[in-house]
Nanobody, 122 residues
Framework: QVQLVESGGELVQPGGSLRLSCVGS???????MGWFRQAPGKEREFVAHISFSGAPTFYGDSVKGRFTISRDNAGNTMYLKMNSLKPEDTARYYC????????????????WGQGTQVTVSS
């Protein structure tokens, strides 16, 4: 059974940094993976995608230059390093296992974790 577990979310001040982790089990690492986020009352938004080899990577426009996605296949773990955080980054962050199609659409992912909450506020 595939399981994805996110961690690392917390309350942080504007301008601060966080690193999120997503640990996978019950599946091969030979899949692309992605990060999405969802704020209350909004649709799930694409954040970043990484291929199974680690490259290429893709980012949503709102996080380009501030966030970095990476993965450690030996440890079945994917990361999201977030710098220069803004209040508008506040959301629940989810990792997903890519199944095919447009990587920036949530429908392209067939397994999701339970999410980890990131709150950016002073």
């Amino acid at each position: 059974q595939v399981q994805l577990v996110e961690s690392g979310g917390e309350l942080v001040q504007p301008g601060g940094s966080l690193r999120l982790s997503c640990v996978g089990s019950g599946t091969s690492v030979m899949y692309g993976m992605g990060w999405f986020r969802q704020a209350p009352g909004k649709e799930r938004e694409f954040v970043a995608h990484i291929s199974f080899s680690g490259a290429p990577t893709f980012y949503g426009d709102s996080v380009k230059g501030r966030f970095t996605i990476s993965r450690d296949n030996a440890g079945n773990t994917m990361y999201l390093k977030m710098n220069s955080l803004k209040p508008e980054d506040t959301a629940r962050y989810y990792c997903g296992l890519y199944s095919g199609g447009d990587y920036y659409l949530a429908s392209a992912y067939h397994y999701w974790g339970q999410g980890t909450q990131v709150t950016v506020s002073s």
